[in-house]
T-cell receptor, first 116, second 115 residues
Framework: AQSVTQPDIHITVSEGASLELRCNYS??????LFWYVQSPGQGLQLLLK??????LVQGIKGFEAEFKRSQSSFNLRKPSVHWSDAAEYFC??????????????FGTGTRLTIIP | GAGVSQSPRYKVAKRGQDVALRCDPI?????LFWYQQALGQGPEFLTYFQNEAQLDKSGLPSDRFFAERPEGSVSTLKIQRTQQEDSAVYLC????WGQGYEKLFFGSGTQLSVL
């Protein structure tokens, strides 16, 4: 069964500093990987996704993530965070889309706090 | 509508009550998903529809949970005889034909509190 681990429950960074959020996955085949962001009281918004090809993927809001098969990781990065980036971030893994098997498995999330 | 709409936004139920949570997906979205998000946790898959067909209900925690989408548009998640452990945010998501979970649009959720 697929699973996702986000080792950091809470991270605090200064505005303008760089950010890396960790994600490790477990899945028997080539995974579909996602990062979502959730602001308080809001639904989840897709930041980026990896299906195949270039292992460095670019997303919205200046985020990027790198797929490393050897480390089973898909870490999210941003070179310079803004106060508006404060939110909860979820990594997710999905099985390749098969009819009747359309579920994402999410990690427990990392809460990001930005300090001035 | 412009996005996925869920109602009510908040629901307080006494233990043992039945509740019904509504999801109105983006117009034209064929796939619809329900997720349960407990406090401090990530969302967990409950069930998946393609049009009116419920293709996967393996995540429903018990037979007290029931979901339907009779006309392939609006969906209702019903929980019978609610228990305290059912307290969570229930998220609905939808996507276009052929995209499945690849590009999901989530609603803001219904926060259910069972007292």
């Amino acid at each position: 069964a697929q699973s996702v681990t986000q080792p950091d429950i809470h991270i605090t960074v200064s505005e303008g500093a760089s950010l890396e959020l960790r994600c490790n996955y477990s899945y028997g085949a080539t995974p579909y990987l996602f990062w979502y962001v959730q602001s308080p009281g809001q639904g989840l918004q897709l930041l980026l996704k990896y299906f195949s090809g270039d292992t460095l993927v670019q997303g919205i809001k200046g985020f990027e993530a790198e797929f490393k098969r050897s480390q089973s990781s898909f870490n999210l990065r941003k070179p310079s965070v803004h106060w508006s980036d404060a939110a909860e971030y979820f990594c997710a893994v999905g099985a390749k889309a098969n009819f009747g098997n359309e579920k994402l498995t999410f990690g427990t999330g990392t809460r990001l706090t930005i300090i001035p | 509508g412009a996005g996925v709409s869920q109602s009510p936004r908040y629901k307080v139920a006494k233990r043992g009550q039945d509740v019904a949570l509504r999801c109105d997906p983006i117009s034209g979205h064929v796939s619809l998903f329900w997720y349960q998000q407990a406090l401090g946790q990530g969302p967990e898959f409950l069930t998946y529809f393609q049009n009116e067909a419920q293709l996967d209900k393996s995540g429903l925690p018990s037979d007290r949970f029931f979901a339907e989408r009779p006309e392939g548009s609006v969906s209702t998640l019903k929980i019978q005889r609610t228990q305290q452990e059912d307290s969570a945010v229930y998220l609905c998501a939808s996507s276009l034909w052929g995209q499945g979970y690849e590009k999901l649009f989530f609603g803001s959720g219904t926060q259910l509190s069972v007292l």
